[in-house]
């Protein structure tokens, strides 16, 4: 008869727990063009601290670096830092991810060619990683969202910008230069209306908030009526991309038209990611799949018309359930990764 032998340690020993085990938190940072966030993160994904000020970019980076330290202290006040495994920031870019040195961020004036990453690292002692926001988003979403357990699944965020992030075997699809996953710059509608970065009809340029108002604004600007002029406060120039949800669901003709041209837009985007990664889930946040959300049925069908015929009655479509936190979430889920390979 065969058994298993137990096992034996030497008499007198001490079982050495692994140093994972200590490590029961984490720093998890958002760095936005308005705010920045920090949140301290425990290990089931919930953010137990958190804290937010104003980014102020044009106080300069060292300014912020110091309000986004204060903020991390003031979010672990009480927890011994030794249970800290360390910190991701998640920030809008463009990024250098290994350097943490911005590349002329359009949202963060003057940060060009700058980093908080070494600052930040000796100032809390503790290693810093710079995250693609989206990027984090989708791991968040394959952790902790609709998608928990996904290996493949893409994440996109319809909002003052589109972004977009994608999982991939489990693990995040970061490219050469950490800039994978740029699904707001597929070109949706070549020659249509363009993003901040200049191309012609790209899913930006047509479906982000800032774009879904511009077009409102043109067409207005060029002599088209309607009720938005009056919603705005007779200046067209402050049409948004609320406004023109909330008239296309009274039944003005133009923010009508806007709407299915942003839903066309979106639908040839969406079938460009199924048809190209294949995902478990396609999970889409952000301030203008709200606005979407009574015309889902439409853009589903409309996916489906435009995607390869396997996707026929199954586009994996659905609305983030992580909301506003999704990239801490990411962030958090990213530095526990890290703390525990590095401790092994
Ligand atoms: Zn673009």
Redesign the pocket.
């Known amino acids: 008869m065969i058994s298993a032998t137990p096992p034996i340690l030497p008499s007198g020993s001490v079982r050495i727990l692994p140093m994972s085990s200590q490590i029961n938190y984490v720093f998890a940072g958002d760095i936005g063009g308005t705010n920045m966030r920090a949140a301290l993160a425990d290990r089931s994904g919930t953010l137990i601290g958190r804290g937010t000020c104003q980014t102020e970019p044009e106080l300069g980076l060292p300014q912020a670096e110091e309000n986004l330290r204060a903020l991390f202290e003031e979010v672990a006040s009480g927890v011994p830092r030794d249970e800290v495994g360390g910190v991701v920031i998640s920030s809008a870019g463009p990024i250098d991810p290994d350097s943490g040195i911005y590349v002329h961020p359009p949202n963060l004036p003057g940060w060009h060619d700058m980093t908080m990453k070494p600052g930040l690292a000796t100032s809390l002692n503790l290693q810093v990683t710079i995250g693609h926001d989206a990027t984090l988003g989708a791991l968040a979403e394959s952790r902790y969202g609709v998608g928990k357990g996904a290996q493949h699944l893409v994440y996109v965020t319809l909002s003052t910008g589109v972004g977009g992030g994608v999982i991939a075997n489990g693990q995040m699809v970061t490219g050469a230069h950490g800039h994978a996953g740029e699904i707001?710059?597929l070109l949706v509608r070549p020659g249509g209306q363009?993003?901040n970065?200049g191309?012609d009809g790209?899913l930006?340029?047509i479906s982000s908030g800032g774009g879904i108002a511009r077009a409102a604004t043109i067409a207005m600007s060029a002599g088209r009526a309607s009720s938005m002029s009056d919603m705005a406060g007779g200046d067209i120039e402050a049409v948004s991309a609320q406004i023109v949800f909330e008239a296309a669901a009274n039944g003005d003709a133009l923010g009508r038209e806007i709407v299915e041209s942003v839903i066309d837009a979106v639908a040839t985007g969406f079938a460009d990611i199924l048809n190209t990664l294949d995902p478990e889930y396609l999970v889409v946040g952000g301030a203008v799949t709200g606005g979407l959300q009574p015309y889902w049925d439409d853009l589903k069908a409309l996916v489906e018309d435009k995607a390869l015929p396997h996707f026929k009655d199954s586009v994996p479509l659905y609305v983030s359930p992580l909301g506003d936190d999704v990239s801490l979430i990411g962030a958090a889920t990213h530095a526990f990764d890290l703390a525990d390979s590095r401790s092994g």
Request: a negative charge.
């Open positions: 707001g710059h363009s993003c970065v191309c790209c930006e340029g």
